[in-house]
Structure formats: structure tokens, C-alpha cells
């Protein structure tokens, strides 16, 4: 099968044989927020072309936000809790032209404890991509983190930070921006001491408005360097975003490379183990559920 992960940003592509073996991989810059209604089926062309023409009859599906309002076609969310069969249920079609079909995983929704809806695109297919204990909470950290309750082999609930936003808009508009040193002015390697400072201030009384404008005193008293106040900053919001979730179960950290390192500090600062889940979920996602919906289908 064909399974591609199409988020706002980025278009990931996996051809897999059809016991689930990833045989090759193709990643684009290609994401939803460039395009319009008619581009998508132009760059599935673009991109995998190929594939499409050496494998007519193979099942195509899609995740993430080519499913949203603002992508190719809006896949109803499905509510929690829910698990694979929920998802292989209300797959959404989409033409591909040439009389062939590819389906899209729809999302999912919730309510969170205080009684507000909360949703998720793309985040369902990596999970049921991971080999996940019945009972465990998991941290997807991003431009809009997720946390979510696995409860009995499904997803129970969950919930969105927006930390990488708002890290991404304090760091670029503002007053801490003029703090902080230039994006460019060295590699971004993690201040592993002013990280911890802000993972320490976290937990301590004023909040986290309060807690954000001690970047800017700091600064003006010396006591951080323009290098280290991104690492701070980042410390104060993690930190935040993490101590507001209950952690039960085994807690896994779904994500890749630097960002998921700074979470795992993060969380052994708070005292919490957590292990960092493999890569390549969304493809053994995407083939779990297209399996899934095949034995569906009469």
C-alpha cells in the first residue's frame, strides 16, 4: 500500500510491501498551507507519480490536515474514546482522477476537563502505529503538543498545548525577542543548566505570564547571557505545559531528535521516566488501518 502523512507543513510519503515492510520513503516541503483545493492531486502526481503508475490497484490513504477544513476534503472527526476500528470506519474518499480512489483517516475529538472541545489530525495515525501498553499517557510535543490518555488499547482523551507556537512567537515578536540572541548567531545546542532554571521556576508561584517576563528581568540583571535565554524560555514553557497533565502509566514521548531529547530532560527533571518511542509510526499507522479497513470491506 501507499500511505502518506500530509501535514501543514510537510508531505511524508511511505510505500509499503504488504506485510508491512517500509520499502521506500519520500519527504516534500509540500504541506497543506501552500496549497489550494485543486494543487493536491498535481503534487500526489509530483511526488509519487511513480508509485501510482506501478502499482494501479494498490490502496492509497492519507492522514494529518489534507483531512481538515482547509485541506483536500474535510474527514469528519471521530470522538473519544475511540480506537483503530472508530478510524477504519469513517474513512473519507477522494478522487485521484484516472477512476482511482484514495481514502482519507479521519481525526479525532474530545472534551477536556473543563468541558471544551479538543481535536487532533495526523496524531491518531502514529499512535496506533506504536506497540503501546492498554494503559499509558503519551507526549507528542510539536507546534502544538498532545498528550494523550491511552486507556484498554485505546484513546481515552487528550489534550493541546501550544507551546511550540507561542515559544516560535515570543522568540520572533515582542519584548523577550529583543532578549533573546539572533536564530542564527550559534548551532542550537540545548544550555542544559538555564533549561533546568526554567523547568525550576515552573513549579514555583506567580504563573506562567509572570514567569515569562522574568526572561526579560533576568536579562537586564545579568544573571542570563542572550545565548541562554532561549534555552530559559523554553525551560518556563515546557516545564508549564508538562506539569499541567497527570502522568499515568507509562508515559512515551512520540517525536524525533533534538525536541524529544528536551523533553525526556524535561521529564527527568520533574522525576518522571519516559521512554521515546521508535520512529516510522505514522507509515505502520497508516498499514495498520488500511489492513484494518480491507477485512472490512464485504
Known amino acids: 500500500m501507499i500511505g502518506i502523512d500530509w501535514g501543514s507543513s510537510g508531505f511524508r510519503a511511505y510505500r509499503l510491501s504488504d506485510d508491512g515492510i517500509l520499502r521506500e520513503r519520500r519527504t516534500a516541503a509540500s504541506g497543506i498551507a ?38 483536500w476534503r474535510e474527514a469528519a472527526y471521530a470522538e473519544c474514546p475511540a480506537g483503530m476500528s472508530e478510524l477504519a470506519a469513517n474513512f473519507c474518499p477522494v478522487d485521484l482522477g484516472g477512476g482511482r480512489q484514495a481514502d482519507i483517516v479521519p481525526g479525532l475529538s474530545c472534551r477536556g476537563a473543563n468541558g471544551n472541545p479538543d481535536v487532533m489530525r495526523g496524531e491518531e495515525t502514529q499512535i496506533f502505529g506504536l506497540d503501546l501498553p492498554a494503559e499509558a499517557t503519551l507526549c507528542m510535543p510539536g507546534t502544538h503538543s498532545k498528550h494523550v490518555q491511552i486507556r484498554d488499547g485505546r484513546i481515552a482523551g487528550f489534550a493541546t498545548a501550544m507551546t511550540g507556537e507561542v515559544f516560535a512567537l515570543l ?25 533546568e532554571s526554567g523547568l525550576a521556576l515552573s513549579g514555583q508561584p506567580g504563573g506562567l505570564l509572570h514567569h515569562i517576563f522574568s526572561v526579560r528581568t533576568r536579562r537586564l540583571f545579568n544573571e542570563l547571557s542572550a545565548e541562554a535565554a532561549a534555552h530559559y524560555l523554553s525551560g518556563i514553557l515546557i516545564g508549564h505545559e508538562l506539569r499541567a497533565t497527570a502522568w499515568a502509566g507509562q508515559v512515551v514521548i512520540v517525536g524525533t531528535g533534538g ?7 524535561a521529564f527527568a527533571f520533574l522525576g518522571i521516566d519516559a521512554d521515546v518511542a521508535p520512529e516510522d509510526a505514522a507509515a505502520i499507522g497508516l498499514y495498520r488501518l488500511g489492513q484494518l479497513a480491507a477485512r472490512r470491506t464485504p
Open 34 to 71: 501552500s496549497l489550494t483545493p485543486t494543487d493536491y492531486a498535481v503534487v500526489l502526481q509530483q511526488q509519487i507519480g511513480d508509485w501510482l503508475r506501478d502499482e494501479p490497484t494498490t490502496p492509497v490513504l492519507l492522514s494529518g490536515m489534507v483531512g481538515s477544513r482547509q485541506g
Open 171 to 195: 522568540k520572533s515578536h515582542g519584548l523577550i525577542a529583543a532578549m533573546l540572541a539572533p536564530a542564527d548567531s550559534k548551532p542550537e545546542e540545548l544550555d542544559t543548566a538555564a533549561f
Open 259 to 265: 525536541l524529544a531529547m528536551r523533553y525526556r530532560k
